[in-house]
Nanobody, 131 residues
Framework: VQLQASGGGLVQPGGSLRLSCSISGSGFSFDDYVIGWFRQAPGQEREVSSCISSSDRSTYYTDSVKGRFTISSDHAKNTVYLQMNNLRPDDTAVYFC???????????????????????WGKGTQVTVSS
């Protein structure tokens, strides 16, 4: 399974960006995977931002992005999106998308992703929020 993130850039505080994660690979099915967006700010550990799972139609958001970020998936395009609104300077980070083959849904798995890990990672895309 290969993942490719895109859509990062420079945006002013309060602005919006939409990230895309294109997924490819033989045998990939959204029903079998949790897909997550993670981010890593300079000097900090990588942290989970948002996750989605089709098996139970669930989404997960870390507290700092709730109400501002929306994760969604387009199965026909094998793409997961992260719509980021009302961006703040502390959202500045490299954003990665990742996938985990699991029977668990996003609400169970993603808070534990740091411990249990994700199987497949794409290269990151830089998001910079600055005036």
């Amino acid at each position: 399974v290969q993942l490719q993130a895109s859509g990062g850039g420079l945006v002013q505080p309060g602005g919006s960006l939409r990230l895309s994660c294109s997924i490819s690979g033989s045998g990939f099915s959204f029903d079998d995977y949790v897909i997550g967006w993670f981010r890593q700010a300079p000097g900090q550990e990588r942290e989970v931002s948002s996750c989605i799972s089709s098996s139970d139609r669930s989404t997960y958001y870390t507290d700092s992005v709730k109400g501002r970020f929306t994760i969604s998936s387009d199965h026909a395009k094998n793409t997961v999106y992260l719509q980021m609104n009302n961006l703040r300077p502390d959202d500045t980070a490299v954003y990665f998308c990742a996938a985990k083959l699991t029977r668990y849904g996003s609400k169970w798995y993603c808070p534990r992703a740091h411990s249990f890990g994700m199987q497949y990672w794409g290269k990151g895309t830089q998001v910079t929020v600055s005036s």
